[in-house]
Each structure stands twice: as C-alpha cells, then as structure tokens.
C-alpha cells in the first residue's frame, strides 16, 4: 500500500511558477505509475500528468492544456514525484491530486490509479 502527501501548493500571478512534490509517506513508488489530476471548483476531475512506473522506462504524457507549460518527473530514490507548472494561468486554478497505479503506464483514465493524495490547492490570480 502507498500514501501519497502532496505539497507545493499556494497562490501564484499569472504566468509564475510554482513546483509540486508528491511524497510516499508509507510504500515504495518505484513500481507505481504516478498520475497528476486537478479539480476546480463544480468540474470533474481532470487527467494532467503521468509518467510510467520505473520499469517502463519513464514515459510521460500530459493533458492538451498543459502540455509545453508542465513537466512530471520522478525520483525514486527519493520515494517522489514532481509537477513543475510553468506560465501559469486563471484557468489552472485548481485541487491537485497525486495518484498511483501499480505497473502503470502513463495513462490518464482515474480508474485505473488505486492511490491517491489528500490535494494541494494551486490558485493563480490574474
């Protein structure tokens, strides 16, 4: 089992930067796929990033709206994951959720993570 605790979150101006970690407090990730979703205020929750588990040589994939601005990158030696989140706008204001799939892919289905974070709340004010 993994517990995942996300953190890096706050309040940015459009177009900053801000860097989320995702740490496994209990487990080991290295043969988990790790996923980044967000939910905004009355929306579904959304697929942003993931990357394979270690295994599948560390493929990433990411959503049409982010791809060029964010990067997922993993350390396992360090039990973590990262969502750097560069150009920030309005519109990326959101929960965001770090998820775990055992093997996994980089794949953006919800269904298919077993694991996920209590959320880290990214807000960017225009």
């Known amino acids: 089992q993994v517990q995942l605790v996300e953190s890096g979150g706050g309040l940015v101006q459009v177009g900053g930067s801000l860097r989320l970690s995702c740490a496994a407090a209990a487990g080991a990730i290295f043969s988990y796929g790790m996923g980044w979703f967000r939910q905004a205020p009355g929306k579904e929750r959304e697929f942003v990033a993931a990357i394979s588990w270690t295994g599948a040589s560390g493929s990433t994939a990411y959503a049409d709206s982010v791809k060029g601005r964010f990067i997922i990158s993993r350390d396992d030696t360090k039990n973590t994951v990262a969502l750097q989140m560069n150009s920030l706008k309005p519109e990326d204001t959101a929960v965001y959720y770090c998820?775990?799939?055992?093997?996994?892919?980089?794949?953006?289905?919800?269904?298919?993570?077993?694991?996920w974070g209590q959320g880290t709340q990214v807000t960017v004010s225009s």
């Open positions: 998820a775990a799939a055992r093997y996994g892919h980089s794949q953006s289905g919800r269904d298919r993570y077993e694991y």
